[in-house]
């Protein structure tokens, strides 16, 4: 035990540094003292006759509970010169020792560095440097030199994760100590090319076959040292899959035992026991790194059930393709249908792997959205195609664009194996590198005929930071110099860092935090773990901060609840002492009921499928399959209807198109149905559903022959034509373009497509008309469904079962279609930014933001963007030059998001009610800064307009207070407080802000001076017995104009800038219920509301002209109240919509 160092009294507030108890620092808990002799010997002890070469090698230790920790031998010879050796500076006599002279005899001795983290190299490199001082020493001396340099490790910090590696100087080496890239993943402080050294390439991807399938894997080399850095390295390999079973690199002489285990293990040998061990143990994978071949054990050589790595791994097995079979709301694997996505020969593979450990864990994680390496690759790799289809609600089917690959892909099968959205790595040419002697594997070549090609990808320079010199680290007066030192270098290289610079300024705030603490100086400390909630909150240690707040005294607490910036924090940790349960993070299999299901379990379990998500569907499907019946479900019409709708998936999957037809289609469209061989007018052949049109193939020899797209078909009937003495139903087309109907004898599937052409014709029609694709897709989820309810129930009534699903068609009979001229014209696209959700989500908030080219930067990232704000704190971002995801929900909290800026080219800073400001980078599409100096929540942000640098925005919240920001430092400037309370929304005109509570709108200055006020009462006298409130206003400058709407009110009320007192002006809004919100756009101000539209509730848009102060149009195209209404660049007018509809409207702006 070492006393800590009594610190400096703190000169900011003084009585908060106290001394801590004596911090024990020998050895971490868990690590079994009596076994860490025989593994620094795994050789055993052996007295040399002549000195040999030092050595190290790498143990991992693992305790009870299954933490590990890391440790470094070091072992060297010394002479022994007399009969007398030294142990902590006690003699001691071994008799038993060989009485050998003073000469030709050499003792080993080994030093082991024991630490939390898997440093390897860097640990290695200090040993190396206390050797060269150890074989200086004489033996009696050897004592404080360990001493000395045990202490001074004890003082080094590990590197919080980021890009900043500390370095440390431990003569004559500079030693480096790496950070883990992110707090996600782990620390790499070790060569990772060298099974690439060891092994050939087609061996490391079965060595990871090995892991993956979780065997019981031996390692074995004449190198110590090797065994732990190779397992290591496919440990690292492996991630973000974790191995979860016994890890023992090394095994020592005495633990050779330990392979007869029976469960899953990867353990390490000596090579000297390969033959043994072989022999002896059943069922092992024995993996020799020094002849890189992969042998097993021989009582089981024959029957080893190792699977093959699959051909079609190119597929991104578990990169992209799980996510398909994943339900994130029920937290379902569907198993089966990933299997049938496999090719067969690769089932043994999939199998073995599907039922490990590690990837039941890896499952966890994608469940709960973890942004880890994989998924982040993911969103990197994503190509086009999967973006649209991100958007889209039908059932996968293959494009004519992947049948097409597929043809030419059975011309050269090799191309299979390439990886989906990857470049083909056959045809980089390289240029060609001069062969090198580098490899540890013994000399083999046969088999060594093929050749690859290397990419050469230069990593980012790391930043370093050098950690002050300890000179005496035993003498507690220079450790407390020591420390004082190493926060005078962090906070003079916070000093000469950017503003901008926070992810290298959070990584000094850490370690000056860590520093703080070990002098006991909690408040300083608890002020720089503050400040990563402003630079990088990813790497905030909550744990750490925790302990220390309750390790507090309660005056101490009273005392640093005294510093505003920790009053929220300090709170945070006592008013909930008790963390909130647990994450959900189950797994289960998807298995079909086997009990009968009323209405909501029915939706569960069909959710739990994948075939559909949307709520509203899935109960009209429930109506279809209960027609005529009680309202539940027997477990074997859920059965036949889930095999039917697979079967009918599968048969889509296998759909092969000729080129001729190929060439007609769109490279986007889909088979989604095909008839049975008719006769029609056109020909014999077979129908064939598109999302986009009819066309027949003809049979004989294959032609296509179109029948009309969707769009022009005028009428469709269920008819019949004579045939010798019978009727056969036939189905009668008339399209626009053409004289002639088209007639096809369909007999008994007549009536079912009869239901579904004038589905899918009623959604296309739909989407016209509200520029909305969306109702082509849900048509084609419903013509499925049809189909899938027919085949299940092939009763007379499935026909009309199959009707309760014909829902456009019924809204096309039922309410006209039509939308106003001028909505017509202005409209201009819509997107369902709930699309794959159970149910539509309000758009609380939207935010344009214009595209621009930044050479460090990906072309899509350059792109406009559009920032949509979801319920419970979900933003979604779309690319706005083609209205496809950019980005899928990441969270901002959980509480409702009330405003959403630009804040700067790199940041968006989104307000939520939980009175937090979340700050976004647009280049990572990441949220790892917070402001937190609001205590109710966020109501508005603006941004300062001009391009003054740096840059400012104002932040309100509901309790009136408004905060000025530094844009680069996000630090608060000024701020006031208003006395009223309930502030809504703030604007800034004239250098002064205008601020919106619900009784008055006020002009403050910047300091929070008042200018002017206008009252609620003052708009007219009999507002005093009305309970009303301003809901929303906007200031147009160029008119001096103050436009503002009240609650329940449908007018909006106009005052002059230059004289409230004047008679205010009005417009009333027609069929209108209630103003939500209102923007400006060059002379127009849109207003957005709730009203009627031929007598039914609708979100309805007002477009008023500035000058005149008339109403120029009104627009109607939201199912739910306009909730929030932003500017593209004044072109464009975006408008989102209640949780009744939850999609966003583009409109062209005048």
């Known amino acids: 035990k070492r006393e800590r160092p009594r610190p400096e009294q703190w000169k900011g507030l003084p009585g908060l540094s106290r001394v801590p108890e004596p911090e024990d620092v020998t050895v971490p808990d868990g690590v079994d003292l009596l076994a860490l002799p025989q593994l620094c010997f795994p050789g055993g002890v052996c007295v040399a006759t002549e000195p040999k070469e030092d050595r190290v090698h790498f143990l991992v230790l693992t305790d009870v509970c299954g933490n590990r920790t890391y440790g470094v031998v070091a072992q060297y010879y010394r002479p022994l010169h007399d009969e007398y050796c030294f142990y902590n500076g006690t003699t ?13 005899c050499f003792v080993p001795y080994a030093v ?28 009696f001396e050897v004592d404080n030199p360990i001493k000395d340099f045990a202490a001074k490790l004890s003082l080094i910090p590990s590197p919080p994760p980021g890009p900043l590696h500390l370095v440390f100087n431990m003569k004559p080496l500079q030693i480096v100590f790496p950070a883990r890239a992110d707090p996600e993943s782990p620390i790499l402080d070790l060569d990772l090319h060298l099974p690439l050294l060891c092994f050939r390439p087609e061996k490391v991807l079965q060595i990871l076959t ?101 051909l079609l791994a190119a597929q991104t097995f578990i990169q992209r393709d799980v996510k398909n079979h994943l339900n994130y709301e029920h937290r379902v694997f569907n198993s089966e249908e990933f299997l049938k996505t496999r090719a067969a020969g690769d089932h043994q593979f999939y199998k073995q792997v599907l039922d490990t450990y590690m990837f039941h864990s890896f499952l966890k994680a994608r469940l709960n959205r973890r942004m880890d390496a994989f998924a982040q690759m993911d969103l990197n790799t994503q190509s086009e195609e999967d973006r649209i289809n991100g958007m889209l609600l039908s059932p996968r089917r293959p494009t004519v664009e992947k049948i097409a690959s597929r043809k030419s892909s059975h011309l050269q099968v090799i191309h299979r194996r390439m990886v989906v ?363 499925l469904l049809m189909d899938a309810v027919v085949g299940t129930l092939q009763s007379p009534g499935a026909i009309y079962a199959a009707s309760k699903l014909s829902y456009f068609d019924k809204m096309r009979k039922e309410v006209p279609m039509a939308l106003p001229k001028a909505t017509v014209e202005t409209l201009k696209h819509k997107i369902n ?163 919106c509570t619900g009784n008055s709108i006020m002009a403050m200055t910047t300091n929070g001076f008042l200018c002017q006020e206008l009252k609620i009462e003052e708009i007219e006298e009999n507002f005093k017995d009305i309970s009303t409130s301003f809901l929303a206003f906007q200031l147009l400058p160029e008119q001096e104009q103050l436009w503002a709407a009240c609650a329940g009110r449908s007018e909006v009320y106009i005052w002059s800038l230059k004289d409230l007192a004047q008679p205010l002006q009005r417009v009333p809004l027609k069929d209108c219920s209630e103003i939500i919100c209102m923007i400006r756009v060059k002379k127009q101000v849109w207003v957005g509301s709730r009203g009627l539209w031929q007598g039914t509730p609708r979100g309805k848009i007002y477009v008023i002209d500035a000058e005149t102060k008339t109403v120029e149009k009104e627009l109607v195209a939201h199912m739910d109240t306009v909730r929030t209404l932003c500017s593209a660049e004044d072109r464009y007018v975006l408008s989102g919509s209640g949780r009744e509809e939850g999609k966003i409207a583009i409109w062209k702006g005048e």
């Open 833 to 995: 930014p709930s699309a794959g959700e159970t149910f539509p989500q309000a758009v609380d908030a939207l935010l344009y933001t214009p595209g621009h080219l930044d050479p460090a930067e990906k072309v899509a990232d350059a792109h406009p963007k559009l920032w949509c704000a979801l319920s419970d704190g979900k933003v979604t971002v779309f690319d706005a030059s083609s209205w496809t995801i950019h980005q899928h929900s990441f969270k901002v909290g959980t509480a409702k998001v009330n405003c959403i800026v630009m804040a700067d080219q790199n940041q968006v800073w989104v307000g939520s009610e939980d009175s937090v400001i979340y700050i976004i980078n647009v280049h990572s599409m990441s949220c790892n800064k917070q402001l937190t100096d609001h205590c109710s929540g966020v109501t508005d942000l603006i941004v300062q307009d001009g391009q003054r640098a740096p840059s400012k925005v104002y932040s309100c919240s509901m309790d009136g207070t408004v905060l000025a920001w530094n844009v680069s430092t996000l630090q608060v400037t000024s701020s006031f407080q208003l006395s009223s309370g309930g502030l809504t929304s703030i604007r800034l005109h004239g250098g002064h802000l205008w601020c």
């Open 92 to 104: 001691h006599w071994e008799p038993s020792w060989p009485a050998v002279g003073a000469a030709g």
């Open 421 to 783: 959205s990857m470049p083909n790595l056959q045809d980089i040419v390289m240029p060609e590198l001069a062969p090198r002697n580098s490899s540890l594997r013994l000399t083999d070549t046969a088999g060594c005929t093929g050749s690859s090609a290397v990419l050469n990808v230069t990593p980012k320079s790391p930043y370093t930071f050098k950690i002050p010199e300890i000179h005496f680290p035993l003498v507690s007066e220079c450790v407390q110099a020591y420390y004082a030192d190493f926060v005078t270098l962090l906070s003079k290289a916070m000093g000469f860092l950017a503003p901008d610079n926070s992810l290298l300024l959070a990584r000094y705030f850490y370690l000056r935090g860590l520093v703080h603490l070990m002098q006991g100086q909690l408040l300083n400390a608890l002020l720089d773990f503050q400040n990563l909630y402003k630079t990088d909150i990813r790497i905030f240690p909550a744990d750490l901060v925790k302990r220390t707040v309750e390790s507090m005294s309660a005056p101490e607490r009273v005392q640093a609840q005294q510093a505003p910036e920790l009053m929220r924090l300090i709170s945070e940790i006592l008013d909930k002492p008790h963390e909130a349960s647990k994450l959900d993070d189950h797994v289960k299999n998807f298995e079909l009921p086997k009990e009968y299901m009323q209405l909501d379990d029915f939706m569960k379990r069909v959710q739990e499928s994948g075939i559909v998500k949307d709520a509203s569907t899935i109960q009209r499907l429930f109506e279809a399959l209960t027609v005529g019946q009680q309202k539940q479900i027997d477990p074997e019409t859920f059965k036949d209807f889930y095999n039917c709708w697979k079967e009918t998936e599968a048969e889509a999957q296998e759909v092969s198109l000729p080129w001729l037809v190929m060439e007609h289609l769109d490279k986007n469209e889909c088979v989604y149905k095909l008839s049975s061989s008719v006769k029609t007018n056109l020909g014999v052949g077979k129908i064939a559903m598109t999302q986009k049109r009819l066309f027949l193939l003809t049979e004989g020899r294959p032609g296509y022959v179109e029948i009309s797209t969707f769009r022009n078909i005028e009428e469709v009937r269920s008819t019949s034509t004579a045939f010798l003495l019978r009727r056969i139903p036939a189905l009668k087309i008339k399209v626009a373009s053409k004289k002639e109907v088209f007639e096809a004898n369909l007999k008994t599937e007549c009536d079912l497509w009869h239901l579904m052409v004038k589905e899918m014709w009623a959604g296309k029609k739909l989407a016209d008309d509200h520029k909305d694709p969306q109702y082509v897709q849900q048509a084609l989820t419903h013509v």
């Open 112 to 139: 082991c560095v024991v630490s939390r983290f898997p440093y390897y190299n860097s640990l290695k490199d200090c040993l190396s440097c206390l050797l060269a001082n150890l074989k200086l020493c004489k033996d």
């Open 210 to 310: 090995c892991f993956l399938t979780e065997q019981r894997i031996v390692f074995f080399s004449s190198d110590w040292a090797l065994l732990t850095l190779v397992a290591e390295c496919f440990m690292a390999y492996l991630y973000p899959l974790q191995w979860q079973h016994t890890f023992v690199p090394i095994l020592s002489d005495q633990m050779l035992d330990f392979v007869m285990a029976p469960t899953s293990f990867l353990m390490g040998c000596h090579l000297d026991h390969f033959e043994e061990v072989s022999k002896e143990a059943d069922g092992l994978v024995l993996i020799n790194i020094d002849h890189g071949s992969i042998t097993y054990s021989k009582s089981t050589d024959d029957n080893v059930d190792i699977p093959d790595v699959p």
